[in-house]
């Protein structure tokens, strides 16, 4: 859109250039982003004897120019006009502006020069030279010694349309509202917005729903293929035990309760306990199962997360904590099963079903941010990957070929939650 | 451990030639078309030169107590007779005429300083006879001693440094600051700092002639070649 508006605008200007038939160009050696103040308090200064335009004609043809500068104050700069220092700098001045040079070539180099012009406040010096066919234009303001624009515009007899050309040329800019003394000392103590302390602790608790599969993003479908697809027969048989995923469903809704805390914005920990529910992958077509109603397990898990952080504040009522997070849980199975009501009695296949261990042990690890908005009401969202496991290398015992096989000796999965959280610093 | 030391020491050391390499030691004013040709305004020549290593010199050129002063002034006689030498016009302005002009220092790279006194802006210097000079070399500072190097005194990060004291002298050397003026427009035309080096075996006054002769070759060299093109 912007670039848009600016080839219309160019397009607008070509034309008017091609109209208006100007010999003379119009001509701006550079204009940086000085700022046109409404009711502008503008001071002109030329070394001529005669200046080139009205004061108060000047006025006029600003407001004719730009809607938006409200009531404008013009006058001679007889201040500077008397200076020998500010004479001899605009002598200077008329005699080096050319085309192609910077700003910091017509800098003011006596210091004293540079202090005047450091001490206009918020006016605009408008300086005007004679150059015979055209007018050398500079615009001082406070922020600098050297000039913030230059350029030269054709030089007219009538004063009025002088002051037009001027005004056209260098003071058609968007216009902003002028500070009074007292909004800008209190602008110069204010506080930066964005200054915060970091507190010493900061603490949450939050709960979030998520979900969790096998696959881990990224990676190869066939590398979980086979444990994804297989089914439970005969209340036990699968092709390998190895994975939890071979008996039980693994893609499921995930939900966590959790409370943490972190140091200085840097290392923190966190505890947590999450929920989900997994159906056994039984083979429907084996008749076996047909006594069955329902038959799945609660997946119950507590950890303990270290963690650590990086705090950015992109808006003054936002904080954006980006962590990463290391840890590990405990899992617990807890078996739902249930036969038909019309079944009194179970088979002997239902009898000797498998069994989960109790607990597994597993790590996990993974990163996220946590968006806090007016220091409390927090959104989480993270991801890792999750362990859980079980120690196969036990001693052999003589009982070894008796006991069931261990499942589930290594399972992994990938999870992605997001979590509503209150956040406060408790000792300040 | 000493190891990774070395291995520290050399890639600080490789950080710092690899800066020093970089620098620039002149500038150059856009409006800087034409270097001057057979006609040359000259000021600074009496009070810009300096000796350092003093005793060094003293030891090897029987001037005595003054040698301070009386190797500075056969530098600036020299010197001027080597632009004699070289511009067929030479007009030799008083220092004087700069003093009241205030002293300045002009960037010509990232840390490097010159200082200097150049005229007002707006203040047109004229010759004694009444003449305006177009174009005025003003010749900062001379510093005459032995295997100097220029960063040591215009860079001012290393300003500070306390320079290793050598048993042997390669050279004798200068290091001249200088600007050619645009008077009309009261502008630094070019800017430069140089370092000439001369080996020498016993001192003499023909190797400090030499020096000076050096000096002035580069120094016109450089106005040669500061020209914007």
Redesign the interface.
Same mark, same amino acid.
């Given at each position: 859109m912007k670039r848009h508006s600016l080839g219309l605008f160019a397009f607008v200007l070509l034309l008017q250039l091609l109209f208006a038939n100007t010999l003379c160009a119009k001509d701006v050696y550079f204009d940086s982003k000085w700022t046109l103040w409404q009711n502008a308090d503008i001071l002109i200064w030329t070394p001529e004897k005669e200046p080139p335009i009205d004061p108060k004609e000047f006025c006029l043809s600003l407001k004719r120019n730009n809607s938006g500068i409200g009531n404008p104050k013009c006058r001679l700069f007889g201040e500077w006009e008397r200076d020998s220092l500010a004479? *001899?700098?605009?002598?200077?001045l008329a005699?080096?502006m050319?085309p192609?040079?910077d700003a910091h070539?017509l800098k003011? *180099?006596?210091?004293s020069?540079a202090a005047k012009i450091q001490a206009v406040e918020d006016k605009i010096v408008l300086f005007i030279a004679d150059k015979g066919s055209s007018l050398q234009i500079a615009i001082f303001d406070e922020k600098s010694s050297e000039p913030r624009a230059a350029g030269s515009v054709p030089k007219i007899a009538d004063k009025i349309a002088q002051g037009d050309e001027i005004a056209s040329t260098f003071f058609d800019r968007h216009t902003k509202r002028r500070l009074s003394k007292e909004e800008r000392l209190k602008m110069e103590t204010e506080p930066d917005d964005l200054y915060k302390e970091t507190p010493n602790f900061r603490t949450w608790v939050g709960v979030s729903a998520g979900y969790a599969q096998a696959q881990i993003p990224l990676t190869p479908s066939n590398w979980y293929k086979r444990r994804v697809r297989s089914h439970v027969g005969n209340y036990r048989v699968t092709r390998d035990s190895v994975s939890l995923w071979n008996f039980i469903d693994d893609s499921t809704p995930l939900f966590t309760l959790y409370a943490g805390g972190i140091w200085f914005g840097f290392i923190g920990g966190e505890i947590f306990y999450r929920y989900s529910n997994h159906d056994v992958k039984i083979d429907e077509k084996d008749p076996v199962y047909e006594e069955l109603d329902h038959w799945d397990f609660t997946q119950n898990e507590i950890g303990l997360n270290v963690m650590l952080s990086r705090t950015y504040s992109p808006l003054k009522w936002m904080d954006l904590h980006l962590f990463a997070f290391l840890g590990f849980q405990y899992s617990f199975y807890s078996e739902d099963i249930e036969l038909k009501d019309s079944k009194k009695k179970p088979s002997k296949e239902y009898e000797t079903r498998f069994k989960t261990e109790d607990p597994y042990k597993g790590a996990l690890f993974g990163f996220g941010t946590q968006c806090v908005l007016l220091e409390h009401y927090g959104l989480s969202v993270r991801t890792g990957i999750s362990s859980r496991g079980k120690d196969i290398y036990t001693e052999p015992s003589p009982e070894a070929a008796a006991e069931p096989t261990t499942i589930g000796a290594s399972t992994v999965d990938w999870f992605i939650s997001v979590g509503l959280e209150y956040h406060w610093t408790p000792f300040r | 451990m000493a190891r990774l030391w070395g291995t520290l020491f050399v890639l600080v050391a490789l950080l710092f030639t690899g800066c020093a390499e970089s620098y620039h030691w002149s500038a150059s004013?856009?409006?800087y078309k034409q270097a001057p040709y057979a006609e040359i305004s000259l000021t600074g020549l009496q009070k810009a030169f300096v000796l350092t290593r003093t005793k060094w010199f003293a030891n090897r050129l029987g001037y005595g107590d003054s040698t301070q002063i009386k190797a500075t002034e056969f530098c600036s006689k020299a010197m001027e007779r080597e632009f004699r030498g070289v511009y067929s016009k030479i007009t030799v302005l008083p220092d004087s005429l700069l003093d009241s002009a205030?002293e300045?220092s002009q960037k010509l790279d990232e840390r490097i300083f010159m200082k200097g006194k150049?005229p007002?802006?707006?203040?047109v210097v004229k010759a004694p006879d009444g003449t305006t000079p177009p174009q005025i070399l003003i010749i900062h500072e001379v510093i005459v001693g032995t295997d100097l190097k220029r960063e040591n005194f215009f860079d001012y990060a290393l300003i500070h440094n306390e320079s290793e004291e050598k048993r042997e002298v390669q050279n004798i050397s200068a290091i001249v600051s200088y600007t050619l003026w645009d008077n009309?427009?009261?502008?630094a035309l070019f800017s430069a700092v140089d370092e000439i080096q001369h080996p020498v075996k016993a001192l003499s006054e023909q190797d400090l002639e030499q020096l000076m002769r050096q000096t002035v070759q580069q120094i016109r060299k450089n106005l040669y070649l500061g020209v914007s093109r």
């Open positions: 004479v *001899r700098y605009a002598n200077w005699n080096n050319e192609g040079l070539y003011a *180099r006596h210091s020069m | 004013h856009p409006a205030p300045e150049l007002e802006q707006g203040i009309l427009k009261q502008r």
